[in-house]
């Protein structure tokens, strides 16, 4: 008898370790699904664009990412944050936004640390601190959330709440990082004193305070000229110069982007109980507009994976960041940045900061800190020249991401659940 009650312990703790394992397994089956899917649609994309398909050159990339940025984002980002989002809500997702400044700041620093150790050539060195501190608060978790959810095994339960929370969080950040993007990004990336970043390239002439520093200094001397000329006139010429000033300093017709403008207006119209029934509820008389929503956003996943698969066909192009500093920016993103995420997640979850009990919240969280380097400042960078180093850092990046992004879900999952 007691060897038999022996027997059957021994067969119970062969069960645990096996259930246990069962368990670890589905935790990265959950996390490598979604990256999985992603890369399949990117490899596709990256097919149509090859030189043996070629069904998807530079110009018909470009207008699939216009199409996706212009009105397929909006749509979708319109009409999941507009359904989920309620004025008390808005006030207990306040650190949604927080956590995309303080991610900023916190990727900086480590951007500012790592930049100082390994001394990227010159004029690099901002451009170095900007493609480490700026991730993907967008399209990639938005991808991977609805890759995620799609799954019926995903611990977040039913695909449409799962979805529609998802989204409605990764939407509520968005406008934030917009304004670090066209403020900070912007002004960080501008070109050295040389006036290009090409400074090999010879006997350019030496560009002097240029065209960022006089047109917005322009309306305040002749202000200070005009205070002493009229009095009314010159206060009403004051205050235009100053909102003109202001307009120009701030890039603010480049941060009211098409998605930065649909997640306001789905906030504001959500937000208000009169307008979220007239438009959001599904028996709401103008339901129907948003339904279109819902089906166009639908396509805005697939799309914006053609056209990011599409664009590494080119490859890594020819960079002065060399492998050293190339190396250290894709080592700093994506090993470096995310446990300073997750401390800054956690300790903010022990002070009460975020909603009891909402693992889906605190999920949205960990991925703002987790991702690539973001598609939108290789924008930037290519405003004021110096797109060819960041598409070479934005290709590496998102390559080695892949296996990056799978391993840190597979922790956050455990540590959620």
Known sequence: MERMERILSAVAVVMENQAGGESLFGSIKIAVLPIAKVFTMCFLGFLM??????????????LLNGLVFSLLLPCLIFSQLGQAVTLQKMIQWWFIPMNVVLGSISGSLIGLAVAYVVHPPYPFFKFTIIHIGIGNIGNVPLVLIAALCRDSSNPFGD?????TDGTAYISFGQWVGAIILYTYVFNMLAPPPEGTFDIEDGNLPIKGPTKDGSPHQVPLLTLEDDVS????????????DFFIFLYEKLKLKQILQPPIIASILAMILGAIPFFKRLIFT???????????CII??????PCILLALGGNLVDGPGSSKLGFRTTAAIIFAR??????AGLGI??????????PPGDKMFRFVLLLQHTMPTSVLSGAVANLRGCGREAAAVLFWVHIFAVFSMAGWIVLYLNILF
Do not use: W
């Not at 664009?49 to 110009?59: D, R, T, W």
């Not at 000329?229 to 235009?240: F, T």
């Not at 599904?282 to 279109?292: C, I, K, M, Q, R």
């Open 49 to 62: 664009a090859s030189k043996y398909v070629n069904i998807l050159p530079a110009s018909g990339r470009k």
């Open 159 to 163: 695909y449409e709440k799962c979805s």
């Open 229 to 240: 000329i009229d009095s009314v006139a010159s206060k009403k010429s004051k205050i235009k």
């Open 282 to 292: 599904p028996d709401a008389p103008l339901f129907f507009f948003t339904d279109s």
């Open 296 to 301: 166009l956003g639908g396509a805005m996943i």
């Open 334 to 339: 994506l090993v470096l940045v995310p446990p």
């Open 345 to 354: 997640v956690t300790l903010a979850d022990k002070l009460g900061f975020l």
